[in-house]
């Protein structure tokens, strides 16, 4: 893994992390408007809204104030080069189709990472913060510094759960946007299905790891994971204890990323290679 500058402090990142997307949260709640005026990106069902990009843009500028010599890569247009080695990495809204429609399950993720976050297995996350505003549940986590969950009533500290048999493995997942890698992701989906307790798609995969890392799931996967949607909660899922990867043991993708408690990890990480192997066959 890529080695960061010498004066590297990840829990004054992790302060950092946790400031602006309590900003960013709070814009896109307290300022979300009637007419959202929302586009499509990918595909028809691939929304952006005004909120996306005016989250986005406050990220830059509390960043430009408080990191100005790191990098910014964003889902929405607007990132920036820096000099410093470290980029932060940042998901404005992530669950946009919730926020759409009203549905609370949405976050703001913002990691800050070392390396190159455009290329697979080329980057790894230092600090992190996902913020589910309307929950008011901000996840968090330096490297080696544990997971935690602070809330209106405190902090406490997150823990996988001790599940040890694929059976009862509550299993978290989602789909991209492309009509055609969906069908795929659905036939992987209905063969995982009967071999595990049941499956949530709560629809914002930075939510989804966090969700591990509090014990709310046993696992997650999906394929077709874009940097900025698991840079942040993938931190916060390894620091409580869960088992994450991809294709491979040590690096999550965007082709597969999975996490797992550690007692059915190795099983559930086989059956989501095999069902993905066979059914996935694109990217979104
Ligand atoms: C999406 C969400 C969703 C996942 C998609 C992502 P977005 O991010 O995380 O849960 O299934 O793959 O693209 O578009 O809402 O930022």
Not at 34 to 39: C, G, I, N, S
Not at 209 to 217: D, E, F, I, K, T
Not at 240 to 251: E, I, M, Q
Request: with cysteine; proline share 5%.
């Amino acid at each position: 893994m890529p080695a960061g500058p010498h004066d590297l402090d990840p829990a004054a990142l992790e302060d950092v992390a946790c400031r602006v997307v309590r900003e960013a949260g709070r814009l896109v709640v307290d300022e979300r408007p009637a007419d959202l005026r929302v586009a499509s990106k990918s595909s028809d069902t691939d929304p952006v809204t005004v909120m996306d990009q005016r989250s986005q843009e406050l990220v830059l500028r509390l960043l430009a104030e408080l990191r100005p010599d790191d990098a910014v890569l964003g889902e929405e247009e607007g990132g920036r080069a820096g000099t410093s080695g470290i980029t932060w990495v940042v998901d404005p809204i992530d669950g946009t189709v919730n926020y759409l429609y009203d549905v609370p399950a949405y976050a703001v993720s913002l990691a800050a990472v070392l390396g190159d976050p455009t290329t697979p297995g080329a980057w790894e996350s230092v600090a992190g913060a996902v913020l589910s505003p309307v929950a008011d549940e901000l996840f968090h986590a330096h490297r080696g510094g544990g997971a935690w969950l602070t809330t209106a009533s405190g902090s406490r500290r997150l823990q996988v759960t001790d599940v040890s048999d694929l059976a009862v493995t509550l299993v978290g997942t989602g789909f991209g946007y492309d009509a055609q890698v969906r069908a795929g992701q659905g036939a992987a989906v209905a063969e995982l299905l009967p071999r595990v307790r049941d499956i949530r798609r709560q629809g914002s995969a930075a939510l989804d790891l966090c969700s591990l890392a509090a014990g709310r799931l046993d696992a997650y996967y999906e394929t077709g994971l874009n940097a900025w949607d698991r840079a942040a909660g993938e931190l916060v899922a390894r620091e409580a204890g869960a088992l994450v990867g991809g294709p491979d043991d040590a690096t999550a993708t965007g082709e597969l990323t999975w996490g797992a408690a550690p007692g059915i990890a190795a099983a559930f990480a086989a059956m989501v290679r095999d069902l993905t192997a066979r059914h996935v066959t694109a990217r979104h």
